[in-house]
Nanobody, 119 residues
Framework: QVQLVESGGGLVQPGGSLRLSCAASRSIFSIKGMGWYRQAPGKQRELVAVITSGGSTNYSDSVKGRFTISRDNAKNTVYLQMNSLKPEDTAVYYC?????????????WGEGTQVTVSS
């Protein structure tokens, strides 16, 4: 059982940066993987970045080279550093966590945080 709380969203100009945080209610050592998804108006929710308990990462092609996912185990927190932001990055960003118990996966989601990139 995991509760996730996102923070760090806001309004930023194109080319600017934001850092999103996702705080988990339990140790992330217990979590198989965590990720960031986003959903823009009129579009489906899409994967942005993931990080496994082993520390491996993966990114959507649209954010490679600009976004970085990381974790701080002591703070039970996962971050998404977003640089060189573009208007098309505007979306609600959601934190996701997956726990696997006896070969069954369980998904948990945060409420989301709004990121708006506009001049």
């Amino acid at each position: 059982q995991v509760q996730l709380v996102e923070s760090g969203g806001g309004l930023v100009q194109p080319g600017g940066s934001l850092r999103l945080s996702c705080a988990a209610s339990r140790s992330i050592f217990s979590i198989k993987g965590m990720g960031w998804y986003r959903q823009a108006p009129g579009k489906q929710r899409e994967l942005v970045a993931v990080i496994t308990s082993g520390g491996s990462t993966n990114y959507s092609d649209s954010v490679k080279g600009r976004f970085t996912i990381s974790r701080d185990n002591a703070k039970n927190t996962v971050y998404l550093q977003m640089n060189s932001l573009k208007p098309e990055d505007t979306a609600v960003y959601y934190c996701n966590a997956v726990i696997e118990i006896l070969a069954t996966s369980y998904d948990y989601w945060g409420e989301g945080t709004q990121v708006t990139v506009s001049s």
